[in-house]
């Protein structure tokens, strides 16, 4: 027995054909490729991840993006051409400077809201004299008309210089189509897709990369400004700073953050509400910073596309934003003016029914209308009709041939002498315990919001000065 299984362990294995192994996959290689699965899925997944952190971030953020983004309309965009076509790189710091100052009294004015659960003008019914509060609207609807009327003009003057067709008709297509935007479309949707429009305003950051930019100069003539006690300077400095810090952007932020208490539901104003304090004012804090370092760093490619460009090629008169995107093409490419067009046209889609909208949520407020973007035009008429009147209003200053330059100056000082008082009323409405309960403002954003004012009123002061 052990002689046979010692001759059958003698005997040679039989070895299967390579061909037998077809088809099939070695233990290893298999572990191999199973390891590889796991770190692409592992990959994806983190990807997915990335991906959905930023849409939940993104669906944050509201208010605060909106109203940073709305700053830099097209009335703007032509004030911040003009700075960088005169003075190159001298007024870049002017964006640093006034990134705080924006800052804390937006953020002040959304903890208004979102405290009290009513906007600006409710909460000056409440705790001022009526012809304060009637002053401060009438100037702030007047000037919102004024610059509503130039921001629909500049957009058919941009849409005119990329396709063929009257002006007139396309003023009167943007008008129209953002009017209807805001009767039809509801809040919830509205915002979502204002939110979205902001990203037209990264075409100004592209301009940039189009031209030759002097990096350190621009560094210097960011971080040491260089200030010049002249008349021209000085003007500038007034309707950049003027055009930065406006009395629209308080009302809108403060009654954004209400229609967010009423359209969430759980949610209700932080003074019945304490419990939810701590996230919503870190919510406002974060918002508030992201909205506005957005509109600064916006504001501040545009002035150095413009610096870099048409400054640089003895190009100092620039009147309109249309007129700053034609003069980008032979300098900068044709790539660059389009990009130009398209942020000048996005930033008005933008802007437009924060214009008309803002001064009317203060008018339905103190007349006690219901004012609400979310509700149906027939369930808040008067509010609505509000807005209709201001968007019609502003479109047809373009027709009756007042010069837009001028309408844009007198909308500048209406803005810069109602900013003042109003801020200072703002203060003292946050800084109120009987206003805003426990939830009065820190100690740091009443000295940063009194230091705004005072430079307001600083500005205030030499709108007048400047043009004497």
Same mark, same amino acid.
């Given at each position: 027995?052990?002689? +046979?299984?010692?001759?059958?362990?003698?005997?040679?294995?039989?070895?299967?054909?390579?061909?037998?192994?077809?088809?099939?996959?070695?233990?290893?290689?298999?572990?191999?490729?199973?390891?590889?699965?796991? &770190?692409?899925?592992?990959?994806?997944?983190?990807?997915?991840?990335?991906?959905?952190?930023?849409?939940?971030? =993104?669906?944050?953020? /509201?208010?605060?993006?909106?109203?940073?983004?709305?700053?830099?309309?097209?009335?703007?965009?032509?004030?911040?051409?003009?700075?960088?076509?005169?003075?190159?790189?001298?007024?870049?710091?002017?964006?640093?400077? #006034?990134?705080?100052?924006?800052?804390?009294?937006?953020?002040?004015?959304?903890?208004?809201?979102?405290?009290?659960?009513?906007?600006?003008?409710?909460?000056?019914?409440?705790?001022?004299?009526?012809?304060?509060?009637?002053?401060?609207?009438?100037?702030?609807?007047?000037?919102?008309?004024?610059?509503?009327?130039?921001?629909?003009?500049?957009?058919?003057?941009?849409?005119?210089?990329?396709?063929? /067709?009257?002006? #007139?008709?396309?003023?009167?297509?943007?008008?129209?189509?953002?009017?209807?935007?805001? *009767? !039809?479309?509801?809040?919830?949707?509205?915002?979502?897709?204002?939110?979205?429009?902001?990203?037209?305003?990264?075409?100004?950051?592209?301009?940039?990369?189009?031209?030759?930019?002097?990096?350190?100069?621009?560094?210097?003539?960011?971080?040491?400004?260089?200030?010049?006690?002249?008349?021209?300077? *000085?003007?500038?400095? !007034?309707?950049?700073?003027?055009?930065?810090?406006?009395?629209?952007?308080?009302?809108?932020?403060?009654?954004?953050?209400?229609?967010?208490?009423?359209?969430?539901?759980?949610?209700?104003?932080?003074?019945?509400?304490?419990?939810?304090? &701590?996230?919503? +004012?870190?919510?406002?804090?974060?918002?508030?910073?992201?909205?506005?370092?957005?509109?600064? *760093?916006?504001?501040?490619?545009?002035?150095?596309?413009?610096?870099?460009?048409?400054?640089?090629?003895?190009?100092?008169?620039? #009147?309109? $934003?249309?007129?700053?995107?034609?003069?980008?093409?032979?300098?900068?490419?044709? =790539?660059?003016?389009?990009?130009?067009?398209?942020?000048?046209?996005?930033?008005?889609?933008?802007?437009?029914?924060?214009?008309?909208?803002?001064?009317?949520?203060?008018?339905?407020?103190?007349?006690?209308?219901?004012? #609400?973007?979310?509700?149906?035009?027939?369930?808040?008429?008067?509010?609505?009709?509000?807005?209709?009147?201001?968007? *019609?209003?502003?479109?047809?200053?373009?027709?009756?041939?007042?010069?837009?330059?001028?309408?844009? =100056?007198?909308?500048?000082?209406?803005? /810069?002498?109602?900013?003042?008082?109003?801020?200072?009323?703002?203060?003292?409405?946050? $800084?109120?315990?009987?206003?805003?309960? &426990? =939830?009065?403002? $820190?100690?740091?954003?009443?000295?940063?919001?009194?230091?705004?004012?005072?430079?307001?009123?600083?500005?205030?002061?030499?709108?007048?000065?400047?043009?004497?």
């Amino acid at each position: 027995m052990r002689q +046979l299984n010692r001759c059958q362990s003698d005997k040679p294995r039989r070895r299967w054909p390579l061909e037998a192994y077809a088809g099939q996959t070695p233990m290893r290689t298999q572990a191999a490729k199973t390891k590889t699965a796991f &770190q692409s899925q592992g990959a994806a997944n983190g990807e997915q991840r990335i991906a959905s952190g930023f849409r939940s971030f =993104f669906q944050k953020l /509201g208010p605060g993006l909106v109203t940073g983004a709305s700053d830099d309309d097209p009335s703007g965009i032509g004030t911040y051409s003009q700075v960088g076509a005169q003075f190159g790189y001298g007024m870049l710091w002017t964006m640093v400077l #006034s990134y705080p100052l924006m800052v804390a009294i937006q953020e002040i004015s959304a903890r208004i809201g979102r405290v009290t659960g009513v906007g600006i003008a409710a909460n000056l019914r409440k705790n001022s004299p009526k012809p304060l509060l009637y002053g401060v609207l009438f100037a702030v609807s007047v000037a919102n008309v004024f610059n509503l009327g130039a921001d629909i003009g500049a957009m058919g003057a941009a849409t005119q210089l990329v396709l063929p /067709g009257k002006i #007139s008709l396309f003023i009167v297509v943007f008008g129209v189509g953002s009017l209807a935007g805001v *009767l !039809v479309v509801p809040y919830s949707t509205y915002a979502k897709y204002l939110k979205w429009l902001t990203i037209s305003l990264f075409a100004y950051v592209g301009v940039v990369f189009f031209a030759h930019v002097s990096w350190p100069a621009v560094v210097r003539a960011t971080l040491r400004p260089h200030i010049q006690l002249t008349k021209g300077y *000085l003007t500038a400095l !007034v309707a950049v700073l003027g055009t930065t810090i406006s009395p629209y952007l308080f009302f809108w932020q403060a009654s954004q953050e209400v229609e967010e208490v009423r359209n969430n539901r759980g949610e209700k104003p932080l003074k019945r509400a304490p419990s939810q304090a &701590q996230e919503q +004012l870190r919510r406002i804090r974060v918002d508030t910073y992201l909205g506005m370092a957005f509109s600064n *760093l916006v504001a501040f490619f545009i002035i150095l596309s413009a610096a870099a460009t048409l400054h640089a090629r003895g190009i100092t008169e620039i #009147s309109t $934003s249309a007129q700053a995107a034609k003069a980008l093409e032979p300098l900068a490419g044709r =790539f660059a003016f389009l990009l130009f067009v398209c942020g000048i046209v996005g930033t008005g889609l933008l802007a437009v029914p924060v214009l008309a909208a803002s001064a009317c949520y203060g008018i339905g407020e103190a007349c006690r209308w219901k004012t #609400s973007l979310e509700r149906k035009p027939w369930d808040a008429a008067r509010f609505y009709a509000a807005i209709t009147t201001a968007t *019609l209003t502003g479109l047809s200053l373009n027709f009756m041939h007042i010069d837009p330059i001028k309408a844009l =100056f007198w909308a500048a000082i209406l803005n /810069g002498v109602v900013a003042a008082p109003l801020m200072a009323i703002i203060m003292i409405l946050a $800084s109120s315990k009987k206003v805003m309960g &426990q =939830f009065v403002i $820190s100690h740091r954003l009443k000295a940063m919001g009194w230091l705004a004012t005072s430079v307001m009123l600083c500005v205030c002061i030499g709108v007048f000065v400047t043009r004497k």
